[in-house]
């Protein structure tokens, strides 16, 4: 018997990414676009996770390194590196990664909860763990990626 409707549907849907050669994840529901890396314009006084800004079809749009964000050192600038374009509580951001992997759809039971690590500073931008054929995935909370840069995006 075919699965009915609300049997194959799954409950969420995440862009995966590399970021310091691990994986994360992004409700698809925030993503908007997924560019090639061109060079931003970097602004003063800002933390070192935001590498400046970019002209988005006319809107000025911060460029935050996730790798650097979580700690896992700054981005190598490549060719193969993608800019994922996301929006969060009216608020256009760009996030710099290494590679965009899959989509990846999947009912919310199978999204474990963080677990406690009271020493990891990242933790609050990380709501779940899904597993994958090559490991696990982290799904980020894009709004706490941004608050905990210092400033929120423009």
């Known amino acids: 018997m ?29 993503v908007r676009e997924i560019r090639r890396w061109s060079t931003v314009t970097p602004l003063p006084h800002t933390p070192k996770e935001v590498l400046g800004v970019m002209n988005l079809r006319g809107s ?16 190598v600038e490549n060719a193969r590196n993608v800019v994922v374009v996301a ?13 965009v992997s899959e989509i990846l759809s999947v009912s919310k039971e199978v999204i ?27 799904v980020i909370d894009l709004a706490a990626v941004i608050r905990s840069c210092g400033r929120q995006a423009a």
Not at 5 to 18: G, I, K, M, Q, Y
Not at 60 to 75: E, K, M, N, Q, W
């Open 60 to 75: 000025v749009i911060p460029i935050y390194d996730l790798s650097a964000r979580f700690g896992l050192g700054a981005t």
């Open 2 to 30: 075919p699965p009915t409707d609300a049997e194959s549907r799954s409950d969420a849907e995440f862009v995966t990414f590399f970021a310091g050669g691990q994986s994360f994840s992004l409700d698809i529901t925030h």
């Open 112 to 138: 474990q909860e963080m677990p406690d690590v009271r020493s990891d500073p990242g933790r609050a931008s990380i709501t779940g763990i899904i597993r994958i054929e090559e490991g696990m995935t982290r």
């Open 87 to 99: 929006t969060i509580e009216n608020q256009t951001v760009g996030l710099l990664v290494e590679a």
